[in-house]
């Protein structure tokens, strides 16, 4: 065999090695980006393994924004209340939607309670602060101004 042939073969080989590297490559950039998605839709986390807000609440988002109303009323609130504290109208389609989101975390136990139907309060509130007259009862607070 000359040198010619053997030098060929050595390249044919470190060839077939680089494109397996590519793919290696190619297949690992691919997870590095579906890891990187998958963070972008959690919250971030400060060293305690808290949020960095302490609600587990993405920040700017309704959810967060009742969270921040519940914590500065000091008390569970009704639906229609809760969406004229975050800044939005009573309609229908605003409390449906709210209200599904409080309550998946309500059935998750997480942030949420529901002492009482279309009534939403935070995990920790005291007995006391349950206790609520009925929406028609109960004056309607001023919207309290949230952090933004």
């Known amino acids: 065999m000359g040198v010619r042939q053997e030098y060929e073969k050595r390249v044919d080989k470190k060839q077939r090695e680089i494109a ?12 590095l980006q ?15 393994g808290k949020t960095a807000t302490g609600s587990g609440l993405r920040p700017g988002t309704d ?7 519940l914590t500065k009323l000091g008390r569970p609130a009704y639906i229609t209340e809760l969406l004229k504290g975050i800044g939005k109208e ?3 389609e605003n409390r449906v939607s709210l209200s599904g989101n409080l309550s998946w975390h ?10 009482k139907p279309n009534t939403f309060g935070l995990v920790g509130m005291s007995e006391e602060e349950t206790e609520l007259l009925s929406p028609e009862d ?8 949230l952090d933004e």
């Open 34 to 48: 579906a890891y990187l998605e998958f963070l972008r839709h959690l919250p971030q986390e400060s060293g305690d």
């Open 90 to 92: 009573p309609t229908k």
């Open 20 to 31: 397996e590297l590519e793919g290696q490559l190619r297949e690992s950039k691919a997870v």
């Open 63 to 69: 959810l967060y924004k009742a969270w921040q109303y």
């Open 138 to 145: 109960e004056a309607e607070p001023d919207a309290l101004p």
């Open 106 to 115: 309500v059935r998750k136990g997480e942030t949420f309670t529901r002492p």
